[in-house]
């Protein structure tokens, strides 16, 4: 039994992030699933492995971990020698290439994750919770998040990946929020319209291993 375990639902944004980056890096692990709509989340249990009750938590041996970006770090720097090794930047290419990386995932945490976390809300779980959605807030995030694109725009105008020319984290870490505007939203347009951004988009979101965790999420709770 793999002593890699993830807790929490394939279709949480967090946890799918995570499922990409082991499957990324060939990691074996076990997802025990959590139900939010039971309120999982919230038990005494759960919030041993993640105070802030919510998903993912992550163990691995003696270790437990909470936040998504920071277990696929975990993940990439203890799993160096497997599956994809350039997650983190190209080998040997030292701190500024782990930094590039770094400066794009923190990018995506903090510029791009607000307004598309907020959109995916207001357009994908309110629906579904039967929630009413704000007019409002999905107006000031689109044009938020249009303005995150521009600069992508202009980015991946220079290189193939936002950390460079090798697929990373960073850009492994958008894959759940964009994955949802793209494909259950009217607002795929924001990525699709831009030539860069789109091929961008196009190129890693069909990557197997991110092609598994939408297979997974179709599969589990
Ligand atoms: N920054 C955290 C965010 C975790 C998060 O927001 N998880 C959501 C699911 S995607 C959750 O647990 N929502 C239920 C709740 O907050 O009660 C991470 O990246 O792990």
């Not at 701190?95 to 809300?121: C, G, I, K, Y």
């Not at 030539?195 to 197997?208: F, M, Q």
Request: hydrophobic share 40%.
């Amino acid at each position: 039994m793999a002593s890699v375990k993830v807790y929490g639902p394939a279709m949480s944004t967090a946890v799918s992030r995570v499922l990409a980056c082991l499957l990324e890096k060939e990691v074996q692990f076990q997802l025990l699933p959590i139900s939010l709509a039971k309120a999982q989340h919230k038990t005494p249990d759960f919030l041993k492995l993640q105070p802030f009750g919510q998903v993912p938590a992550f163990q691995d041996e003696g270790t437990t971990l909470f936040e998504s970006r920071a277990i696929c770090r975990y993940i990439c720097d203890k799993f160096t020698g497997q599956g994809n090794k350039s997650l983190m930047g190209v080998e040997g290419g030292g701190p500024a290439e782990r930094a590039m990386v770094d400066q794009w995932v923190e990018a995506e945490a903090q510029s791009f994750n607000p307004a598309s976390t907020a959109l995916v809300f207001q357009l994908v779980f309110a629906p579904g919770m039967k929630l009413k959605q704000d007019p409002a807030v999905i107006k000031e995030n689109e044009m938020k998040l249009k303005k995150v694109l521009n600069v992508y725009e202009r980015r991946l105008g220079e290189t193939r990946f936002l950390a460079g020319d090798e697929f990373s984290l960073a850009d492994l870490c958008h894959l759940p929020n964009a994955h949802y505007l793209v494909s259950a939203t009217e607002k795929g347009q924001l990525f699709t319209s831009k030539k860069n951004v789109a091929r961008w988009w196009d190129e890693i979101s069909t990557r197997p291993a991110w092609i598994k965790v939408l297979e997974m999420r179709s599969t589990t709770v």
